[in-house]
């Protein structure tokens, strides 16, 4: 697979599953939870941590076409990781951008790789722009973002963090691909990690889990805070669903836009729930997983047996 990410604490545990289920043929950046010098270390510093040689591209600093209006270094930490102080990684960047990286890597291995999305599409929609051929490259292509019945986590209060820090990009990458698993922040809220679990890993798991416990201290501060307790851990579920798709217990296929205007919806997916724009359906909503299969991918890539 080829990871699109924004490290980022949920990021960190989606990686650490992917290389613990599949093959990663490499890691774009893109800024979103934080600015891209600390997404683009992050993502090294988890190169670091599973010993792997996966190349790591930076992408886009900035939306598209708008500043954004937040980031979400409140709940992730000023530097993405819970601001741990971690050294400097010895894992490296490579020189080529993250969208030539997304074109050239689907080039030479035509529909044999999952994208996962798990940051603003950004370089998404850029390699788009470059290539509008990509889709027909892409085995599938999972996308952590949206909220489909209008249940946010962004100031733009239907709005989800990943489409509403560059909505036109989501607009790019929604229109262009026929066919995308999305895994929205409603389904997130459903299939949350209780403290139990979480101190669980923090047992029973190996050095991964540690690192996880370190990088998640900013968060769990931020749910104490706002009476939520767990972990919420949004890209690890579409991670999930993009590791083995049968995990998905119900789905249904709409057509799903985003909304580029609104004063308050700037950033809102609209998902045509009724038919009523008659366009095909591009997105294959997942309501419903297997949460037990879910949490054992999560104890396997944190080094907990059976
Ligand atoms: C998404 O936004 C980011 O904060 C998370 O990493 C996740 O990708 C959740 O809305
Ligand atoms: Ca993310």
């Not at 819970?82 to 990286?101: H, I, K, M, R, Y």
Request: net charge negative; charged share 25%; with cysteine.
């Amino acid at each position: 697979m080829l990871i699109d990410t924004d490290p980022g604490v949920d990021d960190a545990l989606a990686i650490l599953m992917a290389h613990a289920h599949a093959d990663v043929a490499g890691l774009s950046v893109a800024a979103g939870n934080v600015g891209l010098g600390h997404t683009v270390r992050n993502a090294r510093t988890l190169v670091d941590l599973i010993d792997a040689r996966t190349p790591v591209f930076a992408g886009c600093s900035s939306p598209l076409v708008r500043r954004p209006e937040e980031d979400a270094a409140f709940v992730h930490g000023s530097d993405g990781f819970g601001d741990v102080g971690f050294p400097e990684p010895q894992a490296g960047v490579e020189d080529e951008s993250a969208a030539l990286a997304l074109l050239r890597l689907t080039r030479e291995r035509p529909g044999e790789l999952t994208l996962v999305a798990l940051a603003p599409l950004t370089n998404v929609a850029l390699a788009l722009r470059l290539d509008p051929t990509l889709p027909d490259r892409v085995k599938r292509l999972v996308v952590m973002g949206g909220a489909v019945t209008g249940h946010g986590n962004t100031g733009k209060v239907p709005a989800e963090f990943n489409v509403g820090f560059d909505p036109e990009a989501a607009h790019v990458v929604f229109e262009a691909f026929p066919e995308f698993d999305l895994v929205d922040w409603e389904a997130t809220l459903r299939y949350a990690f209780d403290d139990a679990e979480f101190d669980h890993w923090l047992t029973a798991g190996d050095e991964r889990a540690r690192f996880f416990g370190q990088v998640f201290g900013t968060a769990r501060a931020y749910n104490r805070q706002n009476d939520r307790s767990g972990v919420i851990a949004a890209d690890a579920l579409a991670m999930a669903v993009a590791i083995d798709p049968s995990i998905v217990v119900r789905s249904e296929r709409r057509h799903v836009a985003v909304e580029l205007d609104g004063r308050l919806t700037r950033g809102a997916t609209v998902v045509d729930w009724a038919g009523r724009l008659k366009r095909p359906a591009n997105a294959n909503i997942a309501l419903e997983i297997d949460a037990g299969r879910f949490a054992a991918m999560v104890r396997r890539a944190l080094g907990i047996q059976g």
